[in-house]
């Protein structure tokens, strides 16, 4: 099972890194380098979430439909191989817009449409089969060896980006980008070699299993708005996720509009980040267990709040030093936050609707990454247009989201697992009637 899980964890990483080029070099060249609205750019990057609902047409779909007994590995190898396409067309995307504005529209809609399409594609499937070849109690080992040589990935690519355009060129931008797919594409394959043993079959799922990954969105809905903890703990997860994850357009060219950073320094943003959050994710694997799980989320919230605090600052007063300490701190803070969290969510579930809970919170990331981001590009603009500053406008998203940390760490105070389950055990007057029926 090791070298399966090893195995899992390259198309992941592969996966993971064609987003690099995208919101890490792709956001700072058409935003500053090429002034395309921050507006426009988060309408496009946010396609993989709009496309988000289909993950569960795709997982009920393959496994009813397995192609020559393979249930999974078909549709990893089409998603991987549709974000690799969207990745190498990229470049395009900003060339185009700065010859052909509506062509550009046109080539961003497709290539960021791919990307979407091969992530929600592939996410579903890969996941899928870690949870099936892992069994439930390997699951946290594979989980944990995924997102740590995702971390690693993502380190890499940022240092890679960073040496490979040290400017903005199209040309360089164009082998840059196709050089990322072409890896990613590598790994990928090697992770799918004899991965998957045909008509794999989950004997390890009971069938409420089964049934659980198939909720539909009105149930999850209805599992929410049930229960008063989990009402805030979805409101909660959406004004965590939202702020921390809407940044990830807007950090790179706000470095270069307030430092006059170069193209190769805000490429190694990423990398600088990834490698603080990759030290959380060990810190907080350490501390779980000996500190209560929401005091340690709520280190990490604080902790990212401070990082935007900071990274205004830095802006404020030109310092450069402070926009450094800001990235640290977010960093950190993201890794810490997440594995608290992710703790925390698996708490706030009953055994008997583990599927329902899980698709719930699934829900509210997707939809935090939607709202975050595209609240980034309309709020940065409509800041830039009343004050006249370009670097006021990304002042207002990072307080704005500062903020946005601050509700979030008022709302956790309010979570009580207990009272949760207590409520989540409890049947509801429908589901008393159709017991009483039965």
Not at 131 to 144: D, H, I
Not at 155 to 171: F, K
Not at 333 to 350: H, Y
Not at 387 to 404: D, H, I, K, Q, R
Request: charged share 10%; aromatic share 10%.
């Amino acid at each position: 099972m090791r070298i399966k899980r090893l195995q899992l964890a390259l198309i992941h990483t592969a996966v993971a890194m064609t987003l690099v080029p995208i919101n890490s070099t792709l956001n700072r060249v058409m935003i500053f380098d090429l002034g395309i609205s921050k507006t426009l750019f988060t309408m496009l990057a946010i396609f993989p979430y709009l496309l988000a609902p289909i993950q569960v047409a795709i997982g009920s779909f393959s496994d009813r439909y397995p192609i020559r007994g393979y249930r999974r590995s078909p549709y990893i190898l089409a998603g991987l191989l549709l974000c690799v396409l969207g990745v190498a067309v990229a470049p395009q995307v900003a060339v185009l817009f700065s010859e052909n504005f509506t062509l550009g529209i046109v080539m961003g809609i497709l290539a960021f449409g791919a990307w979407g399409m091969g992530y929600n594609l592939s996410a579903v499937s890969y996941l899928s089969l870690a949870s099936e070849l892992s069994g439930e109690q390997g699951r946290g080992k594979t989980v944990a060896t995924m997102f740590t040589a995702m971390v690693f990935g993502l380190i890499a690519t940022g240092i890679s980006l960073s040496r490979m355009v040290t400017t903005y060129d199209p040309d360089l931008l164009q082998r840059a980008f196709v050089i990322v797919a072409a890896s990613a594409l590598t790994l990928g394959l090697l992770g799918l070699f004899k991965l998957e043993p045909r008509s794999i079959s989950s004997p390890h799922l009971s069938g409420e299993t089964r049934r659980a990954e198939n909720y539909t969105v009105r149930e999850m809905t209805s599992a929410i708005t049930a229960n008063p903890v989990a009402k805030i703990f979805f409101v909660y997860l959406l004004l965590l996720l939202a702020a921390l994850l809407g940044q990830d357009v807007l950090l790179e060219p706000f470095g270069a509009q307030a430092f006059g950073m170069t193209l190769e320094q805000t490429s190694r943003i990423i990398s600088i980040s990834s490698a603080f959050t990759l030290i959380a994710f060990i810190a907080a694997g350490v501390l779980e267990g000996r500190i209560k799980k929401k005091y340690l989320a709520q280190s990490g919230n604080l902790g990212a709040l401070l990082g935007f605090l900071t990274i205004v600052l830095s802006g404020v007063t030109g310092s450069l030093n402070a926009f450094y300490a800001g990235i640290t701190l977010l960093g950190f803070g993201t890794g810490i936050s997440t594995v608290a969290n992710l703790s925390l969510m698996f708490d706030l579930t009953v055994p008997e609707k583990v599927g329902l809970y899980i698709g719930a919170w699934g829900f509210s990331n997707g939809l935090s990454r939607l709202v975050g981001l595209l609240m980034a590009g309309v709020v940065a603009d409509l800041a830039t247009q009343l004050t006249g500053s370009p670097l006021s406008g990304y002042l207002v998203v990072f307080s704005l989201e500062a903020l946005m940390l601050f509700a979030a760490a008022v709302m956790l105070h309010r979570i009580d697992v207990g009272s949760f389950r207590r409520s989540a055990e409890e049947p509801s007057f429908a589901e008393r009637v159709a017991l009483a029926a039965e």
